[in-house]
């Protein structure tokens, strides 16, 4: 079975249904998200809507958790606040309380889907080193962990191997932890919708990378009253 697996939608329509699209055209069988459906951009009813459509596994990311939880916004920068207090006023009844029952992590036959880390979830940790891998990969049981949360993508294996960006095959007796980046903001520089699809039966792994209309999201995210900032960076993917 082949399985898309989403990250850190951020409440960008535009980006979803292009990721979407470009699934269906394929026939992938499986559609799994890895959590952050809201925060930053204009559409969280709509995209938490498509979502609850066509995910099968979802788990929750710190900006859903934020959303719903009251989490302590003491860690995120002022645009990712304004943006969490009005998605609040935003969710209907319905999204807020799907949001709110989310799991933090579900482990499928060889596979680990989490949002943040394997170990602690909730506490919202980054890998974005080798070391922040290392310290990981005893936590979780499979071949591999993947991961959303930082936006790059990339891949950390157990034998020292980092891959960016590039198909690759899963070798026997490695473990791997795999960010399969955004599909709402992008922040590696390029603009560019991310995600990744994994191939159970070859055990292959290839991101995606897609165009989609970012100016009518930003056109959105300005007119919703969010900061234009939110706006600017989907241009550069940063």
Known sequence: MRKAIISDIHANLEALKTALDWIKNEGIEQIICLGDIVGYGANPNECVDLIREYCTV???????????????????????????????????????????????????????????????????????????????????????????????????????SFILEQEFVLTEGVKYIINVGSVGQPRDGDPRLCFGVLDEEKRDFAWIRLEYDKEKTGQRIIESGLPPYLADRLKVGR
Do not use: M
Not at 112 to 117: A, I
């Open 58 to 160: 979802v788990v929750k990311g710190n900006h859903d958790s934020a959303t719903t939880d009251g989490e302590d916004l003491y860690n995120f920068n002022p645009y990712a606040k304004k943006a969490v207090l009005w998605t609040k006023e935003q969710l209907s009844k319905r999204n807020y309380e799907y949001l709110y029952y989310l799991p933090l992590k579900v482990e499928i036959g060889d596979y680990t889907f989490v949002h943040s880390t394997p170990k602690k979830p909730e506490r919202w940790n980054y890998i974005i080193t080798e070391y922040d891998a290392t310290l990981s990969f005893a936590n979780f049981e499979g071949q591999a962990c993947l991961v959303g949360h930082s936006h790059l993508p990339g891949c950390y294996g157990t034998d020292e």
